[in-house]
Each structure stands twice: as structure tokens, then as C-alpha cells.
């Protein structure tokens, strides 16, 4: 089993869904086949990944299939912009359908003989009620709804009126095909529900062809029926929708096999917002950077931001599936991308706060070239040659004047090693005329190279450095959450962070990172995992956007 944890990410064979699944299988199912339908209307989220490798994986781990399904019967809000990026994004999160990538739409015509032959057979009406008249009608939770005016209309006229809808003789909003169920029903998605609405829209890919469309909770059953699907996997808020799903299925005749639908839990996590519409909504308010800023929690985001796909199926593995809502602690995905990058990404020294340090006992002009290891975690990865020179940058917060209580890193008169090169020991500081620290003077002691087998004495703290002469300039964005802790005030309006984004100009960074290219990950020494931005790094000016940094406060449980 341990390897099909790694291939499925999904090795949590104890869930539920697996019990109905075997259960299945050990039945007179004979293949498990699944889908991933998502509505072309915007980007995919970390909230998509759960189903993604959910569906997917299933199909995997039971050697069955899974496909993509574009679930596009509401014309208004869907393009060919979020088919494209949705397909990108599946496949970058390692998952293949194969032949099997599907538009509802394409099953329009199949559509609309079953709502045919639902009138036909007396199960189907056409209605002029208004959608307000609708809800007066539909009643309430306690009390039962009331029966349309329009409910027994002959056959005959149903089926011209359904046909003149479809003709386009009616204007949006003034008819409905609708089920003819029970308005008694103490389910209210089984009084009498909308099948089929009135859109004089054009759709993405059948233009102007049809001027009505069917609702969700027509069309998906049947999607899953037409497909031979054998389970049908969505989130909680369907399951009182099943006993429609069933019905249409059952009613369109598809009996043999039918579909299951099986919900689960949706994924929401701190500090985030996690829906297509929240998330347009910031985008649209120009608060971000696009569907893709390193902040979203969309796939192309997380892309963007240095997450990887391994870390992301490992997040979705870890979370499980269950019935019951919860919010999941942003700290786990962060977890999962650290664990991911901390044997696989280069080490490299760069300094976010420069301060100037001069060894004032070391030779003008001479260069030492110092070897370090590219990752101390995996010596397969080698190592590099950091040049070492008179003057080096540090880090501002690695030094202080007056040193507080605990603090091991350089002071006036202190010692400290310089990472893979000499111990230094402050001698001077030196200050602009407003007082600022620019300078820091040290001397090293010859002695204490690293690698030379030196033992002479302890130091407390390393610091990380840079050559003045050989570092290469660079722009690095530190991110914080993109939401605060509860992200909608009382008015139900969405508040950013007001601290999710800090722009550094001018990092200094060691020569190796010349080879770095758009979308390569590294661990900047002391400063967390950064990758260089796909979007805004030039050759001559790379971009950093910090991933994570290298501590956090998060506990696995
Ligand atoms: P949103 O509310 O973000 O717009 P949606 O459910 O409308 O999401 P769809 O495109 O219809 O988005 O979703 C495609 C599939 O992804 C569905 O099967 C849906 O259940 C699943 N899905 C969407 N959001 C989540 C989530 N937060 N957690 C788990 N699965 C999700
Ligand atoms: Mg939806």
C-alpha cells in the first residue's frame, strides 16, 4: 500500500467513500468510473485540488476511470479563458483523462429529447409562473407548497409550448419546464423543480443554437448517466438534492447501474476565501494581481507563489474526507510545501536587508572561493563555490549596537562565524550624520576557516553573507495571508490583509543564483523557500516571491 500512497495521493483507504466504493465493487459493479466537473466560470482553487485527487485518485487506486467534464450550461458566466486554465491545471497537478474530456454541452440535444419524453409521459409541464409567484408557491420547511395553475396542462400543449421555447418565441423569465413531482413534499428540491429556463444568451461553444438551457440539477444527473458514471462524487450542499438526482435518472431511464452520488465535505481554510465568486470579486476590484497573484489559493496562484504539485496532492492526502465542515489551518499546506522543498531545493545565501560589512584585516582585492553545501539534507546535490572578499553584506537584524539579552549574532566587540568562512569580531561601527548604522567593521582571524579542521574555540551564532563584489541584485516579495482571520465584516464584505504584501527592491544574492530560471525554487539560508516569479522576473532583474518561510507556529496534530 505504500506505494500507491505515493502515486495516488490517496492512500486513506479508511473513509467512507471507499466503504460505499468496495461495496460496489464487490457488488454487481464491475469498474468504478468518476469525474471532475467543474463549471468553466473561473479558476481553480486548493478547494478543486481536494476533488481533483479525490476523483482521480479513486480511479487510480481501483483501476478505474475518471474524467473531465466541463459542466457548461450556464452561458452567461463561462468562457473559453477558465476551459484553458483548468485543463492546465489538472494535468500540472498530475492527473490525465485521458480521451475523456467532455462538455456538457455537447449533450444539449440529449437534454432535450429526455425533457421531451418527461412530458410525454406526464412527468414534465411547462409554467408561466414568475420566479417571484415561483417562491410564494414553493412553500417552506413546515409548510407544504401549492400546486401551479399550470400543472395540468394537456400533453399536447406542453409539448408546443416546450417546443416554442425552444423556438425562442418567449422572452427570458416568462416560462419554465418544470417536474411534476409532489409540492408536498417535505424535500423542497422535489416540489415540482425548474428543469429547463429561457436564455436568449450565447454560449461559449454552441453559440446562439439554443435559446433555453437546462438547470444543474437536470443536467448533472444525466451528464453522469450519459458518461457511465459510476459514482458521483460532490460536495455536502447536494445531499438534498439526491432524491432528485435519483429521480431524473431513474425517470430519464437509465436503470441499469445508475450513478450513486456520494458527498463530502468542501475544503475552506484560514485566512483565505475559497469561492469562484469571492475570489472574481478581488480580482475584478483590481485588489490583486490577477487570478494568479502569489497570495490566491487558486492552483495557478499557488503555482505562481513556488507550491508544487506534489506538495498539493500531499496537502489534499493529509486532510482526508469526511461529512463534516471544517476549516483546515493554512499552516498544513505550508507544512506540506516545506516538506516537499526541504531535500529538493538549493540552499543559497541572500541577504533581504543589506548592511555593509568590512573586514578591515583581510586583503584588498583578494578573493577566496568558498565551498558549501548546496543542501545539507541531501548531499546529492552537491556543492558550490561562494566567493569570499574584503567587504560583505550581512543582514541589518543580524547586527545590534547594544546588544539585548540572548542575542548571539554580531555586536561591538562579538564574535561570530560567517557561514562556511572565517569567525569576524566587531571592531567599529560606523554611522551616517543622521545617526543610522551603515557600516560594520570586523576583523577575522585567519585560523578559523571553515573545513580547515579548526577547534580552537565555540561561537554562538552564523550569519549568512554575501561578496559586495560578486552579489547579484534582486527584487524579493514577502507574503502574508491574503485575508484576516475572519475575512467578511458584518456587512459581509471581504477584508485583505492589509500586510499580505512587502516589496523589497534591493536583496542582495550570491552569483550562483545566476542560472536561476522563471519558476526554479530555492531556500534562501535563514529567509524560508522563494521562487522566481514566472510573471514579472527578467534576466537582468530576477523576481523572488517567498513561498514560506522556514519556521512556523503550526503543529501536525
Ligand atoms: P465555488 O463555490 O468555488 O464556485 P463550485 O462548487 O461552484 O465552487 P464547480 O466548478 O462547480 O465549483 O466545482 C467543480 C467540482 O469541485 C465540484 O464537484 C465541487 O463539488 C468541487 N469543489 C468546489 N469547491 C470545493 C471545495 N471548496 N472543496 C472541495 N470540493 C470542491
Ligand atoms: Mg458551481
Redesign the pocket.
Given at each position: 500500500m505504500a506505494e500507491e500512497k505515493k502515486e495516488t495521493g490517496l492512500s486513506n483507504t479508511g473513509n467512507f467513500i471507499h466503504n460505499y466504493i468496495q461495496e460496489d465493487l464487490e457488488g454487481k459493479l464491475n469498474k468504478l468510473h468518476t469525474r471532475?466537473?467543474?463549471?468553466p466560470?473561473?479558476y481553480l482553487?486548493i478547494?478543486?485540488a481536494?476533488?481533483i485527487c479525490l476523483n482521480f485518485g479513486l480511479a487510480q487506486l481501483y483501476g478505474g476511470k475518471c474524467n473531465l467534464r466541463f459542466?457548461d450550461t450556464n452561458p452567461t458566466k463561462e468562457d473559453v479563458e477558465y476551459v484553458d486554465s483548468i485543463k492546465e491545471d489538472v494535468k500540472w497537478l498530475g492527473f490525465d483523462w485521458e480521451e475523456r474530456m467532455y462538455y456538457a454541452s455537447e449533450y444539449f440535444e440529449k437534454f432535450y429529447e429526455i425533457a421531451v419524453k418527461l412530458i410525454k409521459e406526464g412527468k414534465a409541464f411547462v409554467c408561466d409562473l414568475t420566479a417571484e409567484q415561483m417562491r410564494q408557491y414553493r412553500g417552506t420547511l413546515n409548510t407544504p407548497g401549492k400546486e401551479s395553475p399550470y400543472r395540468n396542462r394537456t400533453i399536447e400543449e406542453n409539448l408546443d409550448l416546450f417546443e416554442r421555447m425552444k423556438a425562442g418565441e418567449f422572452a427570458d423569465g416568462t416560462k419554465t419546464l418544470r417536474a411534476k413531482i409532489d409540492m408536498s413534499s417535505p424535500n423542497i428540491n422535489m416540489r415540482d423543480p425548474v428543469l429547463y429556463r429561457i436564455a436568449h444568451a450565447s454560449h461559449h461553444r454552441t453559440g446562439d443554437k439554443w435559446c433555453i438551457y437546462p438547470m444543474y440539477d437536470f443536467a448533472h444527473p444525466l451528464e453522469d448517466a450519459i458518461e457511465g458514471i459510476t459514482h458521483s462524487?460532490?460536495?455536502m450542499e447536494f445531499e438534498d438534492h439526491r432524491p432528485l438526482y435519483d429521480w431524473v435518472i431513474r425517470q430519464a431511464g437509465y436503470t441499469v447501474n445508475p450513478p450513486r452520488q456520494i458527498e463530502f465535505a468542501?475544503?475552506?481554510m484560514t485566512n483565505t476565501v475559497?469561492?469562484?465568486?469571492k475570489l472574481r470579486a478581488l480580482v475584478e476590484e483590481g485588489l490583486v494581481d490577477g487570478w494568479d497573484d502569489p497570495r490566491m489559493p487558486t492552483i495557478c496562484g499557488l503555482r505562481r507563489r513556488g507550491f508544487t504539485p506534489e506538495a498539493i496532492r500531499d496537502f489534499c492526502e493529509r486532510i482526508g474526507v469526511s461529512k463534516a465542515n471544517s476549516i483546515v489551518d493554512s499552516g498544513l499546506l505550508e507544512y506540506c510545501i516545506r516538506d516537499d522543498l526541504k531535500a529538493k531545493a538549493k540552499v543559497v545565501m541572500a541577504i533581504l536587508r543589506p548592511l555593509k560589512l568590512v573586514i578591515t584585516n583581510y586583503p584588498q582585492g583578494q578573493i577566496e572561493l568558498m565551498d558549501l553545501e548546496n543542501n545539507p539534507e541531501n548531499p546529492e546535490l552537491g556543492t558550490r563555490q561562494v566567493p569570499f572578499t574584503r567587504t560583505l553584506y550581512i543582514e541589518q537584524d543580524d547586527f545590534m549596537e547594544e546588544p539585548v539579552k540572548k542575542f548571539f549574532r554580531l555586536a561591538p566587540g562579538k564574535e561570530v562565524r560567517l557561514k562556511g568562512a572565517y569567525f569576524v569580531t566587531c571592531t567599529d561601527v560606523i554611522k551616517d550624520e543622521q545617526g543610522n548604522i551603515v557600516e560594520v567593521h570586523c576583523t577575522y582571524d585567519p585560523e578559523t576557516k571553515s573545513g580547515s579542521g579548526f577547534e580552537g574555540r565555540k561561537v554562538k551564532g552564523t550569519l549568512h553573507w554575501v561578496s559586495a563584489d560578486h552579489c547579484i541584485k534582486a527584487t524579493a516579495r514577502l507574503y502574508d495571508y491574503m485575508m484576516l482571520d475572519n475575512p467578511e465584516d458584518v456587512n459581509g464584505d471581504m477584508i485583505m490583509n492589509p500586510n499580505s504584501l512587502e516589496v523589497i527592491e534591493n536583496c542582495y544574492i550570491e552569483p550562483s543564483i545566476e542560472e536561476a530560471k522563471a519558476g526554479d525554487q530555492y531556500q534562501f539560508m535563514r529567509n524560508g523557500y522563494f521562487c522566481v516569479d514566472t510573471k514579472d522576473s527578467k534576466e537582468n532583474a530576477l523576481v523572488f516571491n517567498r513561498i514560506v518561510s522556514l519556521k512556523s507556529s503550526f503543529k501536525l496534530k
Open positions: 471532475f466537473p467543474p463549471e466560470n473561473g482553487h478547494g478543486h481536494k476533488s459542466d462524487i460532490c460536495t468542501r475544503l475552506g475559497m469561492s469562484k465568486r
